[in-house]
């Protein structure tokens, strides 16, 4: 597992490092969410929702599939593939701090069937793994981050257990 400035980036994974998610390929479907980094720039997560669009069965790439809220940032989680819905992390409704705790396990947020047979060619070409991501999130981490407050400022990553 690779770690950058306190965040964890576990190498079995793909990554979409601009919109801070991740991707695990398994048995024919694709497990999604949040990076690290990406619960880091969010902040405590305070609400999930799934969209009726993901409850239905399909959603198109780019479609929403939940809506994250935290106490300074509210966005989409957005399709990376045209697919069937085969799950939604319901955890999440109840105790949607589980994307702070654990990111990469039981803070997942979705599962994905590909329309495309195969995995690989169904998603889009900005998702990485191994050595190019853990660059590509290096390389953006060495950026200035731009905090609630509207100040720059150098960016680490928090992790939340005292929130347990």
Same mark, same amino acid.
């Given at each position: ?61 780019? #479609? ?41 396990? #039981? ?18 070409? #900005? ?34 257990? #005292?929130?347990?």
């Amino acid at each position: 597992m690779a770690t950058i400035r306190n965040c964890e980036l576990p190498d079995d994974l793909l990554y979409d490092v601009g919109r801070d998610l991740w991707a695990r390929a398994m048995a024919g479907e694709l497990v999604l969410g949040l990076t690290d980094v990406g619960q880091t720039r969010a902040g405590h997560i305070q609400l999930v929702s799934f969209t009726r669009r993901a409850r239905g069965g399909h959603v198109d790439r780019g #479609e929403s599939i939940a809506v994250l809220e935290s106490a300074k940032w509210v966005g989409p989680l957005t399709s990376p593939l045209a697919g069937d819905v085969v799950g939604l992390n319901e955890r999440l409704l109840e105790r949607p701090k589980l994307i702070n705790l654990d990111p990469y396990g #039981e803070g997942w947020i979705a599962r994905l069937r590909p329309s495309a047979s195969d995995l690989d060619a169904a998603l889009p070409d #900005e998702w990485e793994s191994g050595p190019m991501a853990v660059a590509r999130y290096d390389h953006k981490l060495r950026q200035p981050f731009r905090s609630v407050s509207g100040v720059d400022e150098d960016f680490w990553c928090v992790h939340c257990s #005292e929130w347990d």
